[in-house]
């Protein structure tokens, strides 16, 4: 418990603030490359749910281009995603200005990870548990295989999180985070096609469920 309510928090700080020292040669090295491949802005702002549903934004830096149809729509992901934006998600290098959202007390270095806004209606009352801690850079449902469980496990994941968060399960994250990580087999270069979209897919659940009682 005091590991929850204090010492988890404090570690957040002190790991995210020195990786923020130690890594701005990096971080200055992917910006230049970032603003030169794919364009600008080179850092991705997007709303993100976190802790007691407060909303933030997330720092993210692209991995996609801006490029558009002759009638300005956006093209597909699949287009705008070069082959240094599949590095990028690939070795989870988009993910490092995160630690700038940690450090600030948006996230924590292990959570479940922050979803769209637009998910919020559609969990369940055991899935928002998941929101009663901070959200995460990695998390239990991302070290058991990223983009491609399923939502209702990858949920179930988050809460199985929750309900035993100590610091043994951190560190079984975190091992089970790198082992992720070195393989690459886990990671999805389109994520939004190897996810689906969990508000689509919970309301076509829903009008599945409501046409077999009106059927039945």
Same mark, same amino acid.
């Given at each position: 418990?005091?590991?929850?309510?204090?010492?988890?928090?404090?570690?957040?700080?002190?790991?995210?603030?020195?990786?923020?020292?130690?890594?701005?040669?990096?971080?200055?090295?992917?910006?230049?490359?970032?603003?030169?491949?794919?364009?600008?802005?080179?850092?991705?702002? &997007?709303?993100?749910?976190?802790?007691? &549903?407060?909303?933030?934004?997330?720092?993210?830096?692209?991995?996609?281009?801006?490029?558009?149809?002759?009638?300005?729509?956006?093209?597909?992901?699949?287009?705008?995603?070069?082959?240094?934006?599949?590095?990028?998600?690939?070795?989870?290098? !988009?993910?490092?200005?995160?630690?700038?959202?940690?450090?600030?007390?948006?996230?924590?270095?292990?959570?479940?990870?922050?979803?769209?806004?637009?998910?919020?209606?559609?969990?369940?009352?055991?899935? &928002?548990?998941?929101?009663?801690?901070?959200?995460?850079?990695?998390?239990?449902? &991302?070290?058991?295989?990223?983009?491609?469980?399923?939502?209702?496990?990858?949920?179930?994941?988050?809460?199985?999180?929750?309900?035993?968060?100590?610091?043994?399960?951190?560190?079984?994250?975190?091992?089970?985070?790198?082992?992720?990580?070195?393989?690459? !087999?886990?990671?999805?270069?389109?994520?939004?096609?190897?996810?689906?979209?969990?508000?689509?897919?919970?309301?076509?659940?829903?009008?599945?469920?409501?046409?077999?009682?009106?059927?039945?």
């Amino acid at each position: 418990m005091l590991y929850r309510k204090f010492f988890k928090r404090l570690i957040d700080i002190i790991i995210s603030g020195t990786a923020l020292i130690v890594l701005s040669p990096i971080y200055l090295i992917l910006a230049i490359l970032v603003r030169v491949k794919l364009g600008s802005p080179v850092i991705f702002h &997007q709303e993100r749910p976190g802790y007691k &549903q407060n909303i933030f934004t997330l720092c993210k830096f692209r991995s996609m281009t801006d490029e558009k149809d002759e009638y300005g729509n956006l093209l597909p992901d699949s287009v705008r995603l070069t082959s240094f934006g599949k590095m990028l998600r690939k070795t989870s290098l !988009d993910e490092l200005p995160e630690l700038w959202n940690i450090f600030k007390g948006d996230m924590s270095l292990i959570g479940p990870r922050p979803l769209l806004v637009s998910y919020l209606p559609y969990y369940t009352e055991e899935e &928002q548990l998941r929101h009663t801690v901070r959200p995460g850079l990695t998390g239990l449902a &991302q070290a058991s295989g990223r983009n491609y469980i399923d939502w209702d496990s990858r949920l179930a994941k988050d809460v199985e999180y929750v309900k035993n968060l100590s610091f043994a399960m951190d560190i079984k994250v975190i091992v089970m985070t790198v082992k992720t990580l070195l393989s690459h !087999d886990s990671v999805a270069e389109d994520t939004n096609a190897a996810e689906g979209n969990l508000a689509e897919i919970r309301k076509a659940r829903m009008a599945e469920a409501k046409s077999e009682s009106i059927n039945s």
